[in-house]
Each structure stands twice: as structure tokens, then as C-alpha cells.
């Protein structure tokens, strides 16, 4: 998430009540989470294990919850918890704003753009030209729809991110990490009945130019879908995805989370990709392997009876 305006380190802190070690001077521009920082960015880190990771990241800021070495020009806000202080940031820039109207005041759309009854648009969404949206989509807050895109009924675009931070010595186990990330649609996308796309958590889920997915297809927050991909019926996409350009996932395929699908890549229906494959080639079975090997597998599966009769026949 970007800040409407940089906003000094030392405002940061006084909200979040940490004590900072190192650049007391910086301007920090956003937040976001470790695999999508840029410089300039605040991050949040609460376990050890990624402690080297996020401070040597390109994140200029890191909330955390120890006190260590930390490199020139960045800055360390130490505080008990910080994911709690995640929350804190994310709640007071990117508030949760309830409209009461089914178009709000805040909101635009472009020239020719057509929106039916009962379609509902959020505050401070984009819609450009010649766009079709169809009844009773949702569309939530700070989504950006390009121009010429088409989307059908009952499809939900923007909402929050399945993310939860996980502690034990909680009552409650699973905390929602609260999304302040968009929904980018590029142009002349269409999108199905049905279909559900969650907002980035602290980024943005992104789908390229020219891309075409069926009804009942589910993207994950913070997920990049390249130009010109085509999926059919009940996809299932997990979270921070990167699914590059021209591929083609059939119907009922299973992505797993933070993995990346080469361009061009094919996956046949109903498998599942459990991490990153190559593009160019053609996919199946679950956990997918390239479809010629795959066939061949089944024709021996197939010939185990056969084999087997014949084995006993010779004892």
C-alpha cells in the first residue's frame, strides 16, 4: 500500500509507540509485506527466522520486535508486537469506509461504460471506458477496472484477503491481517459469473490486458495474472501467484500460493500445480507433471492387469 503522501518515520512510530534505532530522519512512502517491498516501504517482521531477511530487503523501515544490527540510511521501530502495529498503520491510512450507496460519491467512470441494476461500485474505484458491468457485481474499495473490460453477473471484485497471522497462546488462533491492497483489472479483460478476486493484502492482485476467465474461478490476494491468459470454469488460484503471460489453465485446476506459471504453459482440467513449472510446455495430474509423460504413465497403469495374468500364468 502506498501512502496518499510520505509520511515521516518519526509520526510512524508515535502511532505504533515504537522506540527507532537508526535513520530517525526518513520519509516513509508505503507498506507492504516482504515479497513485494520496495524502497521506501515499511515492513514488519516478529520471528527470527526472518529477521535477516526483512532488513536487508529493499524495505527501507522495519517494524520488529528486538532491537539489532540494522544497515545505514534504514531505520529499526522496535515494539512488543508487530503485527499488531501492522494493523495499527493499516487501520489509521486505509480505513474501513462503509457507503451506503450503490455507486459512490467518491468513485468515477469512464465514457460509454454501462453499469446494470443492482451492480454495486465502492469508494474510490476507477472504471473506465466502454466497460460492461453486469447485475449485481460487486465492486469494493480502490479497485481500478481498465477500459473495455466485461464483467458478468455476481462477481465480486476487491474483497479481503484469506490471511490470517497464526498464534497459539491466543484464545483465538487465526488474527485477520487487514487487506489494504487493490485490485488492478487491465483492459479488455472479461470475467465470468460468479467469479471471485481478492484484493492484495498490502499490494495489489493484478490481471493483464486481454485476459478471459470463465464463471466460478477464485483468484488469491495479491496474485499477478499476465496478458492474454485464458481460464475456464472453477480455477482456483491461492495468494501472491505469479502467472505469466498466454497461459491456458482448463477447468478445475488447483494453484498453489507463491509459486510462478511460465508463459505459455497449458494445464489440462482438474489438476493440481503445487509449485512453479516452466513455461511452455503442456501440464497434467495433480501434482502436475508434462502431459506426454503423463499419458504414458496411465497406458502402463492401464496394462498392470494384463502384466499381473500373465506373471501368474508362467508360475
Avoid at 239 to 256: P, R, S, Y
Avoid at 272 to 295: C, H, L, N, T
Wanted: charged share 20%; hydrophobic share 40%; aromatic share 8%.
Amino acid at each position: 500500500m502506498h501512502f496518499d503522501k510520505p509520511v515521516p518515520v518519526t509520526t510512524i512510530a508515535q502511532l505504533i509507540g515504537a522506540e527507532i534505532f537508526g535513520n530517525v530522519n526518513g520519509i516513509a512512502t508505503g507498506i507492504n509485506e516482504i515479497h513485494k517491498v520496495e524502497n521506501g516501504d515499511l515492513v514488519f517482521v516478529d520471528h527470527p527466522k526472518y529477521y535477516a531477511k526483512c532488513i536487508n530487503s529493499d524495505a527501507t523501515f522495519i517494524i520488529i520486535n528486538k532491537q539489532t544490527d540494522c544497515p545505514e540510511g534504514k531505520a529499526l521501530l522496535v515494539v512488543d508486537d508487530p503485527f499488531e502495529a501492522y494493523l495499527k498503520i493499516v487501520n489509521f491510512y486505509r480505513p474501513f469506509e462503509p457507503s451506503m450507496k450503490m455507486f459512490s460519491d467518491t468513485s468515477s467512470v469512464g465514457e460509454g461504460t454501462v453499469i446494470m441494476p443492482g451492480a454495486y461500485v465502492g469508494n474510490y474505484v476507477s472504471i473506465g471506458k466502454d466497460c460492461i458491468i453486469h447485475p449485481n457485481v460487486t465492486i469494493l474499495d480502490h479497485c481500478v477496472i481498465g477500459d473495455s473490460v466485461v464483467i458478468q453477473a455476481g462477481t465480486v471484485i476487491g474483497s479481503d484477503a484469506f490471511y490470517y497471522n497464526k498464534k497459539t497462546n491466543r484464545d483465538i488462533h487465526y488474527k485477520r491481517m487487514n487487506s489494504s491492497g487493490r485490485v488492478l483489472i487491465e483492459n479488455a479483460v472479461e470475467i465470468g459469473a460468479n467469479c471471485t478476486i481478492d484484493r492484495g493484502v498490502s499490494h495489489d492482485t493484478i490481471i493483464g490486458a486481454g485476459t478471459k476467465l470463465d464463471n466460478l474461478i477464485h483468484i488469491g490476494h495479491d496474485t499477478v495474472i499476465g496478458k492474454n491468459c485464458l481460464f475456464a470454469a472453477q480455477v482456483g488460484i491461492a495468494g501472491a501467484t505469479t502467472i505469466e503471460d498466454n497461459v491456458i489453465l482448463w477447468g478445475q485446476v488447483g494453484v498453489n500460493k507463491t509459486l510462478t506459471i511460465g508463459k505459455d504453459a497449458i494445464v489440462y482440467a482438474q489438476s493440481g500445480v503445487k509449485d512453479s513449472i516452466a513455461g511452455g510446455k503442456v501440464y497434467f495430474g495433480s501434482p502436475v507433471e508434462e502431459a506426454r509423460e503423463k499419458m504414458k504413465e496411465f497406458v502402463w497403469v492401464k496394462r498392470i492387469p494384463q502384466l499381473w495374468n500373465k506373471l501368474m500364468e508362467k508360475e
